[in-house]
């Protein structure tokens, strides 16, 4: 049987208002706030999951 690594990337999303003269400076000010965590994403934010697999590479010393 093979291995394989199987990466699982979880997708939380939030939407937020923010006050702002252009779009780029909306999301510079969330980014802001998220980093200063004024915005704290948990499972009720969750909106999807995925999985991505790819073979497990043996290290060359590997003897069959």
């Not at 990466?7 to 980093?35: G, R, Y």
């Amino acid at each position: 049987m093979k291995e394989y690594d199987v990466a699982i990337t979880e997708t939380l999303k939030m939407t937020v208002t923010v006050e702002a003269d252009s779009p780029e400076e909306a999301e510079q000010k969330a980014s802001d706030n998220w980093h200063n965590s004024e915005y704290i994403l948990d499972a009720d934010n969750f909106t999807g999951v995925d999985f991505a697999a790819k073979h497990k590479n043996r290290s060359r010393d590997y003897e069959r």
